[in-house]
């Protein structure tokens, strides 16, 4: 699960960048491309209470990681340039970071 969320974190990173940067308006496009990987990677956060958590505490996780895709799915049938890059930027990247910033804390960095 790692490496797809590095995967995913590489491609927002250049859809974001690509956009704030170079006003580069192919948003929606890029992002739709991500769409297995995105389901893949929210899928397996669905699956059950992985991490062990406390029961409401999965219920809040859970009830964020379907919002995560329902703002996903929501941007897509909208057209919406600002809302995908919002979902991917705040909302999709919240879970990538739980992959990505837990390897650098136990890599000591």
């Known amino acids: 699960m790692e490496e797809l969320a590095k995967e995913l974190a590489g491609h927002i ?8 940067y170079y006003k580069n308006e192919n948003v929606l496009d890029k992002s739709k491309e991500l769409a297995r990987q995105i389901s893949q990677f929210c899928n397996y956060f669905l699956q059950g209470n992985i991490f062990g958590m406390e029961e409401q505490e ?30 991917l930027d705040y909302g999709l990247r919240e879970l990538l970071n739980i992959y990505i910033e837990t390897e650098g804390v136990a890599d000591g960095e």
């Open 58 to 87: 999965y219920l809040d996780f859970h009830q964020y990681v379907l919002q995560v895709l329902e703002d996903y799915m929501g941007a897509l049938e909208q057209r919406d340039m600002v809302y995908m890059l919002d979902t």
């Open 13 to 20: 990173n250049d859809i974001c960048a690509a956009f704030h």
